[in-house]
């Protein structure tokens, strides 16, 4: 049975039990800084079970990715030398929220093992916390004589935490049979492969209180995780995960590619397959690879798996290409990880590109380290320790490169500086922000806000709730007072935040019934605007931001700008500003039509990865591997500028999340969507879509709304990940303005007319002057030049400052104009900087060669560069060492 059948199985299964089925959940964690990867089923459903969140189901069954590479669940040494360490997996689980508890359970687990799957009864057990006597007896009503197994330690008994939902757990094992090593969970050789453990059924049954008692929860709870790669292994017949379908395929691949053909479960094929998969997984869901946090576990995922190609004989780039492979074995299992083939194969590509570059100059400070080490000798700790966190080379393959020089690595100094590394930077988790309690209490107080914003920018309603925010913490409050009241001096604001007596005064928030407020989300800011009391159309609330939390509770933060109060029950209308609303819109419809342009004028592989979209413009973030040219982004500019003028229809609809994906919709990357989405589509003149996506932005109605588009920037944010910042409308005329002021002002200080060709001319010829006056420069610094005469050589060397390499070398053919046939050194300094070209005289190429003597002098700043025999130049870091640099090539000549 294939890996996907069973995943289909599983979930069809639960679903005709009344279970909701819930796509998996990303595996960088949303609203849970605790995680640095998401590394269970029950991971998005953490809200649910606290009961700090509620859905529309009791029921949920999910395939969900996991990752246990970082942070507090790590496997990553582990992978490649086990049968069963992943760093990726996907875990099947069925989920009820104080509906059905241990009976329905352990009915569905036991019916889907054996009717589903059809596995023997006499092949599986379970295991019970000891003191789970109910748990027991159902087990013996539901499966007869299955063999049941106390268990009296913590891995019968589950929390979340030193505090909150727990309760006593149930494994099922299956038994691969006597002639497998191992025994029964408990014994004393149940680490042995023989009984695994398939599926766990945790019972949240207690709520435990920080003093370490234990209460009846009111509504008992039920988290289940069964391993997919595990029991694919059972349904195939093999002891090894990787030996099932979702491994076969990769390894095949890898064989392929390195022209080697080990044992399937050779260790190098085992790391390269398991990390390909979670790498994949990674980048699919946003990671990038990095120096901290998440993308720095990803590098170094990579990099092992690239170290493990290297000792099967890969000496290039190749990890890219096994992606195609993991995509197909997953069956569109996971839509996005085939929506982000080509930015995962470009990111890997890439990083592959920079680790043998790195691997490269590694190996040449390596060579340097163990100059003067004896054979038997040892190699510091700590130089060990640079190659590993700089160049990104783990321990074992300086270890390797080491062994056939006969030395060994301070072990022990190594441990020391990582452990010293890893208490600098203590792990934060996954950079998530959990949300405030307060709005969880809230949103079950008061439900969900109604947004009416679509449609109008105006209405009536009810204050809910109203509250501070200070010293970093918001609360609820019986009404607003306005701050300076009774004060003598009055507030000052600034932006967003009030002043009196350069302090900041207290922000609120308001929290009404109804709202067309759009709140931040999609990378769209939040409405500005005003709440005004209805019986005291003076008396106003100044909303400077409105944000969304749990999910549809709109809360609007500000402050009063009158002598009044407000609390709860006081009716009041809410005006959003119109003027920004609509300057936002433009920009959000602006970012659909440069996604759409950009696709036409790079490829399909563009897809966002980000944006932020205000009133004063917009940024938006894409998967591209290079920098756009000049005529790349004149025709992207272009292309959106003719669809705004064409006036194209801008329709927005709201329709089922499956039809609008089925359709061809493109979704936000990392944002969370409901059944029913809002879709936003724009048509050419032909009624053809040129863009298609979904999007709960507020949009101008059409295209002809937004002006004109302007790009200013573009930019790398990341390994594959571009930046393009632009303007619409009337700030490109403010930009005009601006540019005409500063023509205006040069060509007063150039003394001619404003007009661009004027401004040219005199500029082109201040440039020759200033070229002739350098020249001019140049010949006397030239004059200056050291000889020093040593055997059959003459050496030259200058040494000058804040010259760029140009001017370098027209010293140097002065110099050779001027001198007799010789060795030529000329140094540059630019801060720190250092600049070095070395060149040699024909007559003497036979036994000096510049690209040599430029090394030599290098040394000593810690530099690099190349060259001929004729001439060769270079840089290093270190002004205060040319005289030794100059001196290191005048000693190199015999």
């Known amino acids: 049975m294939l890996s996907s059948q069973i995943r289909g199985s599983f979930l069809k299964f639960f679903e005709n039990n009344g279970h909701k089925v819930v796509e998996s959940s990303s595996v960088v964690p949303q609203n849970d800084p605790s995680l640095l990867f998401t590394n269970s089923g029950m991971v998005q459903f953490k809200n649910v079970f606290t009961g700090l969140e509620t859905r529309e189901y009791k029921r949920a069954t999910t395939a969900q990715k996991c990752v246990r590479a970082g942070g507090k669940h790590n496997d990553l040494e582990q992978v490649g030398f086990t049968a069963r360490h992943n760093t990726f997996f996907e875990m099947l689980g069925n989920f009820s929220f104080g509906d059905y508890f241990k009976e329905d359970a352990i009915y569905f687990a036991w019916t889907f093992l054996t009717k589903e799957l059809k596995l023997p009864r006499e092949k599986l057990s379970v295991t019970v916390y000891h003191t789970d006597e109910e748990a027991k007896n159902i087990w013996k009503k539901v499966a007869g004589d299955v063999l049941i197994t106390p268990i009296s330690t913590n891995d019968n008994f589950w929390s979340m935490g030193d505090a909150g939902p727990c309760g006593p757990s149930s494994e099922i094992f299956y038994d691969h049979g006597d002639d497998v090593p191992g025994g029964l969970p408990g014994t004393p050789d149940e680490n042995g492969p023989r009984y695994m453990e398939i599926w766990n059924l945790v019972f949240m049954q207690f709520e435990q209180i920080q003093n370490g008692e234990k209460i009846p929860l009111a509504k008992k709870s039920i988290d289940t995780g069964l391993g997919l790669e595990r029991v694919a292994g059972v349904m195939q017949g093999v002891l090894d995960n990787f030996q099932i379908d979702l491994f076969k395929c990769i390894i095949d691949e890898i064989k392929a590619i390195s022209k080697t053909n080990y044992d399937d479960i050779y260790p190098s094929y085992k790391v390269i397959a398991d990390h390909i998969r979670s790498v994949a997984v990674l980048i699919a869901d946003g990671v990038l690879p990095s120096n901290e946090g998440s993308g720095y576990v990803l590098r170094r995922i990579l990099r092992r798996a690239m170290r493990h190609g290297n000792l099967i004989g890969v000496k290039e780039p190749f990890l890219y290409k096994l992606v195609d492979s993991f995509a197909d074995s997953m069956d569109g299992a996971y839509p996005e990880l085939e929506k982000s083939r080509a930015t995962i194969k470009s990111t890997i590509h890439m990083e592959e590109q920079k680790f043998l570059s790195a691997l490269e100059r590694g190996l040449k400070i390596l060579q340097n380290d163990v100059k003067g080490i004896p054979a038997g000798g040892v190699l510091s700790g700590d130089k060990a320790f640079k190659l590993y966190d700089t160049?990104?080379?783990?321990?074992?393959?300086?270890?390797?490169?080491?062994?056939?020089?006969?030395?060994?690595?301070?072990?022990?100094?190594?441990?020391?500086?990582?452990?010293?590394?890893?208490?600098?930077?203590?792990?934060?988790?996954?950079?998530?922000?959990?949300?405030?309690?307060?709005?969880?209490?809230?949103?079950?107080?008061?439900?969900?806000?109604?947004?009416?914003?679509?449609?109008?920018?105006?209405?009536?309603?009810?204050?809910?709730?109203?509250?501070?925010?200070?010293?970093?913490?918001?609360?609820?409050?019986?009404?607003?007072?306005?701050?300076w009241i009774d004060e003598k001096t009055e507030p000052v604001k600034y932006g967003a935040v009030s002043y009196r007596g350069g302090k900041p005064l207290p922000q609120y928030f308001i929290i009404v019934k109804t709202t067309p407020f759009y709140a931040e989300s999609g990378g769209q800011c939040g409405d500005f605007g005003a709440i005004k009391l209805k019986e005291k159309g003076d008396v106003y609330f100044s909303v400077f931001h409105t944000i969304r939390v749990c999910d549809g509770l709109i809360v609007h933060l500000g402050s009063p700008v009158a002598d009044d109060y407000f609390k709860s029950g006081d009716k009041v209308i809410l005006q959003v500003d119109s003027r920004i609303r609509q300057k936002t819109s433009a920009n959000h419809t602006a970012t659909h039509l440069l996604q759409a342009a950009l696709r036409q004028v790079l490829g399909k592989h563009v897809e966002q990865r980000g944006s932020s979209v205000g009133h004063l413009g917009l940024h938006f973030d894409f998967s591209?591997?290079?920098?756009?040219?000049?005529?790349?982004?004149?025709?992207v500019e272009e292309t959106v500028n003719e669809w705004i003028l064409q006036d194209l229809k801008v329709v927005c609809e709201t329709i089922s999340k499956d039809e609008a994906i089925s359709a061809g919709a493109m979704a936000l990357f990392g944002e969370k969507y409901g059944d029913t989405v809002r879709t936003v589509s724009i048509y050419d003149e032909d009624r053809q879509r040129i863009s298609f996506e979904l999007c709960g932005g507020t949009h101008v109605s059409s295209t002809g709304k937004i002006g004109l588009f302007k790009i200013i920037s573009e930019c790398s944010v990341a390994a594959g990940i571009r930046r393009i910042e632009a303007v619409t409308g009337k700030t490109i005329l403010k930009l005009l303005k601006e540019k005409e002021k500063i023509v205006d002002s040069l060509a007063e200080r150039l003394k001619c007319e404003s007009s661009e060709t004027s401004i040219t001319l005199k500029i082109n010829s201040l440039l020759a002057e200033k070229s002739e006056l350098k020249k001019n420069i140049l010949k006397l610094m030239s004059d200056k030049v050291q000889k020093f005469s040593k055997n059959s050589a003459t050496i030259y060397s200058l040494a000058v400052s804040d010259c760029d390499m140009d001017e370098l070398r027209s010293l140097n053919e002065a110099i050779k104009s001027k001198k007799s046939a010789g060795v030529i050194v000329v140094a540059n300094k630019s801060g720190d900087k250092v600049s070095l070209i070395v060149s040699v005289a024909p007559d003497l190429q036979k036994k000096y060669n510049a690209g040599q003597l430029l090394k030599i002098g290098l040394a000593s700043l810690d530099g690099k560069?190349?060259?001929?025999?004729?001439?060769?130049?270079?840089?290093?870091?270190?002004?205060?060492?040319?005289?030794?640099a100059i001196e290191a090539i005048k000693n190199a000549i015999e």
């Not at 301070?410 to 203590?426: H, M, S, V, W």
């Not at 591209?624 to 025709?635: K, M, N």
């Not at 190349?866 to 030794?884: E, L």
């Open 391 to 483: 160049y990104g080379f783990p321990l074992d393959l300086t270890q390797d490169i080491l062994k056939t020089e006969n030395i060994d690595v301070d072990i022990a100094g190594f441990e020391t500086a990582l452990q010293e590394q890893k208490n600098r930077a203590k792990w934060v988790g996954s950079g998530e922000t959990k949300e405030a309690p307060i709005w969880y209490e809230l949103k079950q107080k008061l439900g969900a806000t109604e947004f009416v914003g679509y449609e109008k920018e105006k209405c009536e309603s009810e204050i809910l709730a109203v509250g501070k925010f200070e010293n970093e913490k918001y609360e609820i409050i019986d009404e607003i007072t306005p701050a």
């Open 624 to 635: 591209h591997s290079s920098a756009l040219s000049d005529s790349e982004i004149s025709r």
């Open 865 to 884: 560069g190349g060259g001929g025999a004729a001439f060769a130049q270079g840089g290093g870091i270190g002004a205060d060492k040319i005289p030794v």
